[in-house]
């Protein structure tokens, strides 16, 4: 499938960190993704799935309802984030989920998602939040990520490096990225 993420619009910059997750996981693998806005990463993540061959199941998250920076999105958001990822959503690649992250997250097992990505709300309690009940879920050796770990979001690094610690990490660009051990 011929990548069209880049029709769509978003603030997606780390292809090689979403290629190298695809390229390093193992057929019957579970990711996530938190954090969808009108799916440029949905779409690149997708593609890749889907070219790999591998069966990874995907799962894309998000309220639709934008964070505090993005204003009144009322209910065209999710209706665009559809139709941007119906060629990935027919083929049964990407499972788009419309809720809030903390919503959602019970209905995951604890240590059975092994890539788990977090590009939801940016404020430090948010992502707090969000790192404190998804890495429960991730398995012994899987990965928990995230984007915006740059100075234009210090809540971000903030509660990054008081959870996962600073030394623990890795960054890419402006992804950050832990592995559970």
Known sequence: MKHFYNEIQSWFDYHDFFRN?????????????????????????????????????????????????????????????????????????????????????????????????????????DVKKDIEAWLPKIKKGGILSGHDYDKSWVGVINAVDELLGKENIKIYKSVYCYEKS
């Open 21 to 125: 997750a695809v390229a390093n996981a193992k057929d019957c693998q579970k990711f996530v993704e938190i954090g969808v806005w009108k799916g440029g990463s949905t779409a690149f993540m997708g593609v890749e799935i889907f070219n790999s061959g591998k069966n990874i199941s995907y799962d894309a998250i998000d309220s639709f309802k934008g964070s505090p920076e993005h204003g009144d999105v009322k209910d065209w958001l999710y209706d665009e984030a559809c139709k941007n990822l119906k060629p990935l959503t027919d083929v049964g690649v990407v499972n788009l989920i419309k809720g809030y992250s903390l919503d959602v997250v019970n209905n995951y097992e604890n240590e059975s998602i092994d890539f788990c990505f977090i590009d939801g709300a940016h404020e430090y309690e």
